[in-house]
């Protein structure tokens, strides 16, 4: 199993990024697939989750109302679609699953079993 982060970067506040997790030795159907992040000094925190029967899709407190995930046609690659982007979403982003086809009701990270390296998203002000 292998989970690829790409497309953080600096932007200003109100502005947005779409990171991308492309994994394999895995499919779509078989896992729903989560968004962490972390910031300096603070825990890991879930962002979205998008499930993978239904793509019925959840979100953390932070993230409601300004952040989208979804997956590409072929659901090979998830997106996280970052908009209105504030200072406090810089953090390192990640993508992970648990082994589960379906998003929990709490993210808790130690649940978590395969984990992406990481993209680190910073956001200016």
């Known amino acids: 199993v292998q989970l690829v982060e790409s497309g953080g970067g600096l932007v200003q506040a109100g502005g947005s990024l779409r990171l991308s997790c492309v994994f394999s030795g895995f499919t779509f159907d078989d896992y729903a697939i989560s968004w962490f992040r972390q910031a300096p000094g603070k825990e890991r925190e879930g962002v979205a989750c998008?499930?993978?029967?239904?793509?019925?899709?959840y979100y953390g407190h932070s993230a409601k109302g300004r952040f989208t995930i979804s997956s590409d046609n072929a659901k090979t690659v998830v997106y996280l679609q970052m908009d209105v982007l504030k200072p406090e979403d810089t953090a390192l982003y990640h993508c992970?699953?648990?082994?589960?086809?379906?998003?929990?009701?709490?993210?808790?990270?130690?649940?978590?079993?395969?984990w992406g390296q990481g993209t680190q998203v910073t956001v200016s002000s």
């Open positions: 998008i499930n993978s029967v239904g793509a019925g899709t």
């Open positions: 992970a699953i648990d082994g589960l086809r379906y998003c929990r009701t709490v993210a808790v990270p130690d649940e978590y079993d395969y």
